[in-house]
């Protein structure tokens, strides 16, 4: 392999380094074990930046390890580890990220969930009176069981650079502990299987692993497309010519098992599931059990209220008009979803291909029943409430709009301020110094924006 070369370095030159944290991390969500947030780490970020730099480039680096944060899959499953980097972490693995695309671009994929659903939709409309059958495969614990010698063995072929492929083992092999560990403990704690999943290197670690098997398929059938382990093909003739066993037996040699609950082959033109949306082509709607989801986080967010209702009204001077701006507001971001940094965050964009559009007015009539549960507003349900069928409409063609709550447009101390109220957060009757009300803005933001987050973040 090669020692480090100008090409190389460049990656771990200070600017770039500036760079990477500017663009890609200073708006990341989570902090690591170092419970060091962006306004800790920006007062050093310059000594920061020049441990990577010195570090990496000496074969020193050193990740510390990763915080758990668990996420439900559902009852009776076992819950999603994710691994959460700490700031400085995220710099590097942001960088290798960038290295790994640039060594590896067609492994780069950039497509959202709701455009596999508008591929499915238009290879229907160009091949319907094809007698098509539908096949769906599952991955069984994907990222839990990628083999990391076959894995390592892929990127070997390319990276001739020995820092930086060590820099990626020791990313993949960096721990995640549980909760309660004890730092003695870490000595012998190592990740010898698998991809951490939450990495910003893990998707296209996962799709170098299976691009082999993903080109060998998609030669074979007319329409083929995969979603992390998530697989639909669309073609003739599927259940008669095995070709679920043989990929079945493709996937068992990278080490991969198939969830047989969750795979199966039908006809086109019959009811399935993907992606968290039902297709019943040329219909495309939303999957029985995401729609009850999404109404059970509404519910939840109500149920917060109604029993913090009298804390909340006693704490902005004893009337209720407060309080029910700030449900209204609250509901609201939940309903229309939010811009920030020129992303979009969600249920609602999430479920842009859908047309049955009558789902959405009959999950509007639900949430207007369930705010009724409050006694503020039994009588009258406010216009400001926003409908989920308005905000599908303004995220598909005006995102600019004020429908949707973005949140680079509290620039001001003075935005930023009022968004505070509106959430009852701050009282309207104080002053706070505007360091004060940054600080509180921020946080509450990247509350609410993980929020949303992870109202489609399992949604499949």
């Not at 959460?84 to 590896?104: C, G, N, P, Q, W």
């Not at 839990?144 to 092999?173: H, S």
């Not at 992390?228 to 095995?242: P, Q």
């Not at 209702?309 to 006693?314: G, L, Q, T």
Request: include cysteine; glycine fraction near 4%.
């Amino acid at each position: 392999m090669e020692s480090i070369t100008d090409e190389v370095k460049k990656y771990f030159d200070i600017d770039f380094l500036n760079t990477i944290y500017d663009e890609k991390v200073r708006f990341s969500l989570g902090v690591g074990v170092d419970r060091i947030n962006h306004e800790i780490f920006t007062k050093d970020k310059e000594f920061h930046l020049s441990i990577i730099n010195r570090k990496c480039q000496d074969n020193s680096y050193c990740f510390s390890p990763y915080r758990e944060l668990l996420k439900l899959k559902g009852r009776d499953k076992n819950p999603r580890v994710i691994s959460i980097a700490t700031i400085r972490d995220k710099i590097v693995l942001s960088v290798l990220k960038e290295i790994l695309h640039e060594i590896f671009p067609e492994y780069v994929n950039r497509t959202l969930p709701n455009s596999y659903i508008s591929e499915i939709k238009d290879f229907y409309k160009t091949e319907a009176n094809g007698n098509l059958e539908i096949m769906q495969i599952d991955i069984k614990g994907f990222y839990d069981n990628i083999n990391q010698k076959i894995l390592i063995n892929t990127l070997q072929e390319r990276i001739q650079v020995e820092f930086i492929l060590n820099l990626i083992i020791k990313a993949i092999q960096n721990p995640t502990p549980h909760k309660q560990y004890y730092k003695s403990e870490l000595k012998n704690l190592k990740n010898m299987k698998g991809v951490p999943q939450g990495l910003s290197i893990s998707n296209i670690l996962a799709n170098i692993y299976l691009g082999s098997f993903d080109s060998k398929v998609s030669r074979k059938v007319k329409f083929y497309r995969r979603y992390v382990d998530d697989i639909m093909i669309i073609d003739k003739n599927l259940s008669e010519n095995n070709c679920f066993i043989g990929l079945k037996n493709e996937l068992q040699i990278l080490g991969l098992d198939v969830n047989n609950e969750k795979s199966c082959t039908a006809l086109a033109n019959n009811s399935f599931k993907y992606l968290g949306y039902e297709l019943r082509l040329p219909i495309v709607t939303v999957k029985k059990t995401t729609y009850e989801r999404f109404l059970n986080l509404i519910a939840a967010k109500i149920t917060y209220y109604i029993k913090n209702r009298e804390n909340i009204i006693n704490n902005n001077g004893g009337t209720s008009e407060f309080f029910k701006r700030a449900v209204i507001f609250d509901l609201n971001l939940k309903i229309s979803g939010a811009i920030y940094n020129n992303k979009s965050y969600g249920w609602v964009f999430y479920f842009l291909e859908v047309n049955d559009l009558h789902i959405l007015y009959k999950m509007d009539a639900n949430i207007t029943s369930l705010l009724k549960k409050l006694v503020d507003f039994k009588k009258n349900v406010p216009s400001e409430l926003k409908k989920l069928s308005k905000a599908y409409y303004e995220a598909k063609y005006n995102r600019s709009g004020k429908y949707i709550i973005n949140f680079d447009s509290y620039d001001s101390t003075e935005k930023k301020k009022s968004f505070l109220i509106n959430l009852c957060i701050i009282s309207s009757k104080k002053e706070y110094p505007d360091k004060f009300i940054d600080n509180q803005f921020e946080k509450v933001k990247t509350k609410k924006l993980l929020e949303l987050e992870s109202d489609v973040g399992l949604i499949s």
